[in-house]
């Protein structure tokens, strides 16, 4: 799939902007605080209607403005889509060809979008809220299911919580309502286990295939699921039972905790080079090659899923990648995937790798 069109309104320092893509390379060169990143995250947005920098959306209208407006064509094997979202103070709408969608998880989808920039170092350093994260939105993506279920999952949890804080201050006694809470919360949480195991699978093959062929080295790098409940099985059901039977085991200290401690809200990724724990023990330049290598890994994922390649954004990532490492990421997405680059500098930039490509060029929001 590929964006043929992107128009803007109100939209961060753009006040209006029209603009046609190559569906192969992109360059958006200009010095700092020009827009390009503000692209970059237009176009990420578009497609799954969330900032990767922030996640108040009241942040990208323009500043004075009521509404920020960003619309795009998709086109998907030889099919052309229009997609429409506005933004204002109450909220978010979101249009598919023009008719408006109830919920954003019918929206979702239509533009796949991988975004990779320097801060993606923190999937490997930072804490577990980011894998988290990542595994929320990168799934979400490909599977409206998951996004229904991991929604759900958070009203339920949320409700649970309120719920044991009354318990633990004496508010009630009634752990019938407990039950049936920790019971909903299980159904939802073994929904999204199940998703996150099958995928993650997928994900962890295609991680150290794309390791291998930018770091070109011999290192095996592998993505391991850490789920906060231990979880013996694949199938839906028995993982509920699991979940149900770790929610029991901790009611006690659920309920002078007033909070939920286990669940799919405390899962975590762990990276292994050779078996060791890239987050202790990698290099710098490894761990950016695991998350950049995560991120091709997506591209992968997305096209058995789908059979589309996603749009890639590479913001900032030239410059921090030796030649080497240009010329193998380029290479291992060569021709699949429409990527949109941006830099500062032309230099940073190996022009025998990226061949013809479309460059704008950024100068305050035009
Ligand atoms: P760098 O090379 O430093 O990464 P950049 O070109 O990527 O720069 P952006 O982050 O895209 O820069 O744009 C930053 C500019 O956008 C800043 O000048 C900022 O003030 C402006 N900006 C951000 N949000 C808004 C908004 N809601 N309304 C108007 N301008 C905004
Ligand atoms: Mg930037």
Do not use: C
Request: aromatic share 10%.
């Amino acid at each position: 799939m590929y964006l043929k069109q992107l128009t803007l309104k109100d939209y961060r320092n753009f006040e209006e902007l029209a603009t046609n893509f190559s569906k192969h390379v992109n360059i958006f060169i200009g010095q700092n605080a020009q827009g390009k990143t503000n692209l970059l995250e237009a176009i990420y947005f578009l497609a799954l209607t969330r900032s990767h920098r922030t996640s108040s959306d009241k942040e990208l209208i323009r500043f004075g403005q009521a509404s920020a407006s960003l619309a795009g064509h998709v086109v998907k094997s030889q099919v052309e889509t229009d997609l429409k979202l506005l933004v204002n103070k109450k909220g978010k709408k979101a249009w598919i060809n023009r008719i408006q969608q109830a919920r954003l998880s019918r929206y979702i989808g239509q533009l796949n979008a991988i975004l990779f920039s320097p801060e993606d170092l923190a999937l490997v350093k930072g804490a577990p809220t980011i894998r988290r994260r990542f595994m929320d939105l990168e799934f979400g993506q490909i599977n409206p299911e998951y996004l229904y279920f991991s929604s759900q999952y958070k009203q339920v949890l949320q409700q649970k919580n309120n719920y044991l804080k009354q318990l633990a201050k004496g508010k009630s006694q009634d752990k019938v309502f407990l039950e049936v809470l920790s019971d909903q919360l299980a159904g939802l949480a073994a929904e999204i286990i199940a998703r996150r195991l099958k995928y993650l699978h997928d994900l962890s093959e295609f991680a150290a295939e794309a390791y291998q062929a930018i770091s070109q080295g011999k290192e095996q790098l592998e993505v391991v699921y850490n789920p906060s409940v231990e979880i013996k099985a694949t199938a839906v059901e028995e993982i509920y039972q699991q979940v149900l039977a770790s929610f029991q085991k901790n009611q006690a200290s659920e309920i002078r905790t007033g909070t939920t401690l286990s669940g799919p809200h405390r899962d975590d990724l762990q990276f292994l080079l050779n078996q060791q724990d890239a987050h202790f023990y990698a290099s710098q330049g490894q761990q950016r090659t695991i998350a950049l290598s995560l991120k091709l890994a997506e591209i992968q994922l997305i096209h058995k899923i789908t059979g589309e390649y996603p749009v890639l954004l590479l913001d900032d990532v030239m410059s921090e990648l030796d030649h080497t490492r240009q010329s193998a990421l380029l290479n291992y997405i060569h021709g699949k995937t429409q990527t949109f680059i941006t830099t500062t500098d032309l230099a940073g930039i190996s022009w025998e790798i990226v061949k013809a490509p479309k460059i704008f060029i950024l100068n305050k929001g035009v």
